[in-house]
Each structure stands twice: as structure tokens, then as C-alpha cells.
């Protein structure tokens, strides 16, 4: 089946189908800068170090229990959720269809992952 349009076949199954196999067509990493490897030896000296932002330790002015402790895979969900679909993706290119259809291991992926970014934190002053 397609669909031919000014001498143009632009609806053929076939070519939709290359084209949809060209854009989502693994590419490799770039080869890491400078800056990034800077950046890669400051997160491993952070971890080794265990930085924190001392503005959020117990017994600091902005230290709230309820707001400092971890996130867990409930609170990731809910944010989840909230989320609205048929929205353009972000430089990313991550649709809130593939967050909210994940299912549970990309849920506890997300919030590992939020975890690790809320402990670094201290890391970039």
C-alpha cells in the first residue's frame, strides 16, 4: 500500500518503516571531553569523599526530616503519575509514555538514580 503524492511515494509502509528504523538508530557515544572527564573525576572523588550539602544535615537551620530523607519508589510514582502524556519530549528525547509504561524496574531504576543525584548534590558548589 501507499500513497503517492507529486510523483513522490511518501506513504509506502516500507519507507516508513526505514525511516523509523533511521531515527531511532543506536549511534555511538561521543568520545569524552576534557571537561567530561573532569567531570567524571569529580563525581568519584565526591563519592570517595562522601560530600554532602552541609545546608541539609541534621542540626542545620534548613533541616526538615520529612523533606531530607530519601526518596522512595512511592514518591517517584506519584511524581510519575502526575506526569501528562502526548507532550513533547525534552533535549532527552524521554516521553512521559515510556516513563509512565515502564513498568517496575524502571520505576526503581528512577528513583535509584534520584537518589544518587539528591546524595551528589554537594558535589558542584
Do not use: H
Amino acid at each position: 500500500m501507499s500513497l503517492v503524492v507529486d510523483g513522490r511515494d511518501v506513504r509506502r509502509v516500507s519507507r516508513i518503516q526505514e525511516q523509523w528504523v533511521q531515527r531511532f538508530k543506536p549511534t555511538l557515544p561521543p568520545r569524552p571531553s576534557d571537561a567530561n572527564k573532569n567531570f567524571q573525576a569529580r563525581i568519584v572523588e565526591c563519592v570517595l569523599e562522601n560530600k554532602t550539602n552541609s545546608d541539609y544535615e541534621p542540626g542545620s537551620p534548613s533541616y526538615d526530616p520529612a523533606l531530607n530523607g530519601p526518596f522512595t519508589a512511592k514518591d517517584v510514582k506519584l511524581a510519575r503519575d502526575k506526569s501528562e502524556l502526548n507532550k513533547s519530549p525534552s533535549d532527552d528525547d524521554v516521553l512521559n509514555e515510556m516513563l509512565k509504561r515502564g513498568g517496575q524496574a524502571l520505576l526503581l531504576s528512577l528513583t535509584i538514580f534520584i537518589n544518587l543525584l539528591w546524595i551528589l548534590r554537594g558535589c558542584f558548589k
